[in-house]
């Protein structure tokens, strides 16, 4: 039995991809997996921010397309790279166990935020980043920065940068932990939704394939997607307003908190709600009508208005 898997072709998809193949291989040794790597738009453009050029369906569209097309079985994403409403003939059928969500503070020469002279010049291409850094130090020089994780760690290194923001999970994935000076807590920056969490996206209709993905589940991670998903999907959130959220669950509960900002970072709403772990979409959505309903909707509004 043969299975495609299309991703993209960046170091770190590949790793990704080429880890579900590992895994798939091992659970179901009759089972041969293939990647069939796609250049998508995101990967084409990288002079320009993503908030101005479309978001999030970049890095995901041509993958989808493969897929619908019957050019792949699955698809493994990045699921913050995931926009909030994907093809009604797709789904998300696995999420195996995320890394931590943190985002992580790369420099040569300082060793946490604190340290960065006035003025320093901070890289991130990411309007959650952006803003939450500005809370924290308002007097450092954000500039936008494209490219895959070792594209954006030689800029680091070459001094275009004092120090960058990255997503500690795709260090960690790519073994480049060397590079960070300081994990940023979560009640710091707090993250995209489910960063640091792998999809596995497959058309509905394919038992087949859902059947060899099945041993892939991981219970835990899957309600923290739904809480993280469903509280997107509400704010209609991309890559065009700073949004950002992180679920805890503990025993039966699944707390999840809640950030949104105006473009200058002059209107900040933080909320948290929690409950029953099971009701997770519920508890998402929940936590996404509390912020709209605090000032929210006045902020996307305006965000997508401009």
């Known amino acids: ?18 880890h579900i193949k590992d895994m798939i291989e091992r659970e179901h040794p009759e089972v041969k997996v293939s990647l069939n790597v796609i250049k998508t738009t995101g990967d084409k453009i990288l002079d320009v921010p993503l908030a101005t050029i479309g978001g999030k369906g970049l890095f995901v569209k041509e ?6 097309a019957g050019k792949a079985d699955i698809a493994v994403h990045s699921m913050k790279d995931v926009p909030a409403i994907i093809p009604q003939e797709l789904e998300f059928y696995v999420n195996p166990k995320g890394e931590e969500p943190n985002d992580a503070f790369l420099s040569v020469k300082y060793n946490n935020i604190k340290e960065l002279p006035k003025g320093s010049v901070v890289g991130t291409s990411s309007l959650r980043r952006k803003l939450q ?17 070792n594209t954006r ?27 960070i000076k300081e994990t940023l807590p979560v009640n710091v920056m707090i993250p ?11 058309r509905k209709d394919d038992d087949r394939a ?9 219970k ?18 991309g890559c065009q307003a700073p949004i950002a959220c992180h679920a805890v669950i503990s025993g039966d509960n699944l707390c999840i ?20 772990a099971e009701n997770a979409s519920d508890l998402g959505i929940a936590l996404a009508k509390k912020i709209l309903d605090t000032g929210g909707d006045q902020i996307l509004r305006k965000i997508y208005k401009n």
Not at 133 to 149: H, T
Not at 158 to 177: F, H, N, P, W
Not at 257 to 276: A, F, P, R
């Open 220 to 237: 835990e991670t899957s309600l923290k997607v739904a809480a993280e998903r469903a509280f997107l999907q509400i704010l209609e959130g």
């Open 133 to 149: 850094l500005m809370q924290i130090r308002s007097d450092l020089a954000i500039k936008d920065l494209r490219g895959n994780v």
């Open 1 to 18: 039995m043969t299975v495609t898997i299309a991703t993209r072709g960046s170091e770190l998809a590949l790793w990704q991809a080429n």
């Open 257 to 276: 908190c809640g950030y949104l900002s105006d473009l200058d970072g002059s209107g900040v709403i933080k909320e948290t709600v929690s409950g029953n």
């Open 192 to 202: 995209a939704a489910c960063q640091g969490v792998l999809g596995v996206e497959v």
């Open 63 to 68: 993958i989808e397309d493969a897929l619908l």
């Open 153 to 179: 760690i030689r800029k680091l290194t070459e001094g275009e940068y004092d120090a960058v923001i990255l997503a500690k999970a795709g260090l960690v994935r790519l073994g480049l932990t060397q590079h």
């Open 210 to 218: 859902k059947k060899l993905l099945d041993f892939l589940k991981d």
